[in-house]
């Protein structure tokens, strides 16, 4: 907001528009303000954040300064176009590091365990094997896409906002600020940005998503972490203790990704009902404090996430061991019957279902060539202690692996997040712009 201050009162005295001498005074106190950000009681006066900030300006320069704060724009312009617009802006362009980062993570822990053998799941059963490896790469094809959305979002937002009034000056205005504040075009109809509610609810839709899969990848971790699974230790420093037990290591912070997410999911449907209103409404506005601290909170869910991530310790032999339990080969083994022995899909399904019955009540196993030949009056060569084998997990198929693919698909991962971690810089749109109109109001002040 100071910094959409400080842009608007420059450009107006540079356009002639504010009287020299008030301008001069009005940036002083500006970029004063701006640097004691962290030590301003935004408690008083007892009034809104607009009215505290004309206040707290008009307290430093007195009235008649204060009069011109506002050139060019309404009260509500302060909350409405530039705020959202840059707040975003600065937290996409955190998240994006944020997910750069789970994605390094992610790469980092999968390369040796591309092919240590675990179980899979499905329904929170065994359903087949898989390797570490894999799991973690279909993790980073879930977090990978929201670089593209980050992208595609912030290029939306890069809009400044409409002029009101057909004024050549207010124009020239608007265009001014606009550059200033790091945008490269500018809103021509009046309503088109100021009264266009996706500024709010298109980033913040996709920073809920993203805490979606963030507490996705938490809760199998807080599962992982039981005795019961066994399969993943979360490092010291990102679990707590308990007060009652001695050799507890809490996770703290994965139920706390895993409730916050519940939240920002709960706040981004109550922004979208609450938006439902005449067009030139402002009900969810009054609000949004809490819709930006969600929004930066998705920042700190998802660095913490990659940190536990990388730090992290998988249970290598325990995955291996627990990859065979509770009949996991069964459906290697339907794909042996279906596609190396030409047995009808569902006939297959019936009679491995047999077969794990028989073996679990510890009754005689069917004959399954007798079976499929009952069946279907197909004359197979069925080894059937092979396809034992398989269900019980005692022996692999060849074709239950793809390591050459995993390899490659780790490869091009590798290759595009590189490409992707040359991309990031280390200041925001955002910041950059605020950082040269500070350098540009003061030099106009010493002019």
């Known amino acids: 907001m100071l910094a959409g201050d400080i842009a608007y009162v420059l450009s107006a005295a540079e356009l002639k528009c504010t009287p020299a001498a008030h301008a001069r005074n009005l940036l002083a106190a500006l970029i004063e303000l701006l640097g004691q ?10 009034s809104d954040i607009v009215a505290q900030r004309e206040f707290w300006i008009a307290q430093k320069v007195g009235g008649a300064d204060a009069a011109w704060l506002h050139l060019g ?3 509500g312009e302060s909350l409405r176009c530039y705020l959202p617009r840059m707040y975003f802006r600065q937290t996409l362009h955190d998240e994006r ?10 790469l980092t822990q999968a390369k040796p365990t591309l092919e240590a053998i675990a179980p899979n799941y499905h329904h929170l059963q065994h359903s087949g094997f898989t390797t570490l ?3 973690l790469l279909s993790w980073a094809a879930v977090f990978e896409p929201h670089l593209q959305r980050i992208d595609q979002i912030d290029q939306r937002l890069d809009s400044g906002p409409s002029v009101f009034g057909g004024r050549k000056v207010v124009r020239e205005l608007y265009d001014k600020v606009a550059r200033r504040l790091g945008f490269t075009r500018r809103a021509k109809l009046r309503r088109d940005g100021i009264w266009m509610h996706s500024q709010f609810t298109e980033p913040f839709f996709l920073l809920s998503m993203i805490a979606v899969d963030v507490a996705r990848l938490a809760q199998d971790m807080r599962t992982w972490m ?9 490092a010291d420093e990102h679990a707590g203790g308990s007060s009652a037990l001695p050799h507890a290591k809490v996770p703290f912070g994965l139920q706390s990704v ?4 519940t939240i920002a ?3 981004l449907a109550g922004e979208m009902a609450a938006s439902i209103n005449p067009s030139e409404g402002s009900e969810p506005i009054y609000q949004s404090a809490s819709l930006y601290g969600t929004a930066a909170d998705v920042v700190a869910w998802t660095t913490y996430m990659s ?7 998988f249970n290598l032999e325990e995955m291996k061991r627990k990859s065979t339990l509770d009949y996991a080969g069964s459906s290697e083994a339907h794909d042996r019957l279906v596609y190396d022995f030409g047995v009808p899909f569902r006939t297959g399904h019936k009679l491995l279902g047999a077969l794990v019955r028989a073996h679990h009540l510890g009754e005689p196993a069917p004959d399954l060539n007798k079976l499929i030949k009952a069946e279907t009056g197909l004359d197979v060569a069925i080894d059937q202690a092979e396809i034992t084998d398989i269900v019980l997990g005692k022996k692999l198929s060849p074709t239950t692996f793809d390591f050459e693919m995993l390899h490659e698909t780790w490869n091009a991962f590798d290759k595009r997040l590189t490409a992707e971690e040359g991309k990031l810089t280390p200041t925001s749109t955002t910041e950059a712009a605020i950082e040269r109109l500070v350098e540009e109001a003061r030099a106009w002040i010493n002019s």
């Open 73 to 75: 724009r309404n009260r």
């Open 307 to 313: 940190d536990v991530v990388r730090g992290g310790r």
């Open 133 to 135: 490896g894999e799991y």
């Open 265 to 267: 999911a709960t706040r």
């Open 37 to 46: 950000l962290p030590d301003l009681d935004t408690t008083k006066p007892p």
């Open 258 to 261: 895993i409730g916050g997410a």
């Open 226 to 234: 039981t005795p019961e699974f066994s399969l993943f230790s979360l």
């Open 97 to 106: 590091r944020a997910v750069v980062g789970m994605l390094r993570s992610l």
